[in-house]
T-cell receptor, first 112, second 111 residues
């Protein structure tokens, strides 16, 4: 298996623009997680899905952030409008019923 | 509120010596703990875990210790090697659904 796939790897955009991050989980994994990594707060869980259904979105910072999982092999995290403080590395992770989560390589987002 | 805390943002150890990374947690309901390792420009990768019913788990050069009464766990790496230089995250399972991560500790192994 190729592991968790994220695209793009790097994204530079201007304040106010819409940003869409994409994730393909490992086949057969029924949990999918979106994290944000910052220097101050480390790895923060934004939202997670189980069987394509959002279970907990309490970590989503505000209404500008939204996430979808239309099927078992694809998820998106959208920021609209983006702001400079959204600059961070965003990780997607997936797992099956075991405890171990597998992370993608991350998307480095820079909002100018 | 940071439920999982890694109070040392960085640690420097000489090659061949023991590296000890520490982690404290506040939620007594956490029942499973993991350590992840992260290299630059890569996602975190699983390293070792421990259930709350144990106080020690060993895997080669890596050993994790859990002190439930103190709500403290530590990761020991011995002997430390240059390839161990990375950021280490402590994480705890809440409700068997989601992981709560610490802020990470950057370990540097000096030759």
């Amino acid at each position: 298996d190729a592991g968790v796939i994220q695209s793009p790897r790097h994204e530079v955009t201007e304040m106010g623009q819409e940003v869409t991050l994409r994730c393909k989980p490992i086949s057969g994994h029924d949990y999918l997680f979106w994290y944000r990594q910052t220097m101050m707060r480390g790895l923060e869980l934004l939202i997670y899905f189980n069987n394509n259904v959002p279970i907990d979105d309490s970590g989503m910072p505000e209404d500008r952030f939204s996430a979808k999982m239309p099927n078992a092999s694809f998820s998106t995290l959208k920021i609209q409008p983006s702001e400079p403080r959204d600059s961070a590395v965003y990780f997607c992770a997936s797992r099956d019923s075991s405890y171990e989560q597998y992370f993608g390589p991350g998307t480095r987002l820079t909002v100018t | 509120d940071q439920q999982v805390k890694q109070n040392s943002p960085s640690l420097s150890v000489q090659e061949g010596r023991i590296s000890i990374l520490n982690c404290d947690y506040t939620n007594s309901m956490f029942d499973y703990f993991l350590w992840y390792k992260k290299y630059p420009a890569e996602g975190p990768t699983f390293l070792i875990s421990i259930s709350s019913i144990k106080d020690k788990n060993e895997d080669g050069r890596f050993t994790v210790f859990l002190n439930k009464s103190a709500k403290h766990l530590s990761l020991h790496i011995v002997p430390s090697q240059p390839g161990d230089s990375a950021v280490y995250f402590c994480a705890a399972f809440q409700g068997a659904q989601k992981l709560v991560f610490g802020q990470g500790t950057r370990l540097t192994i000096n030759p």
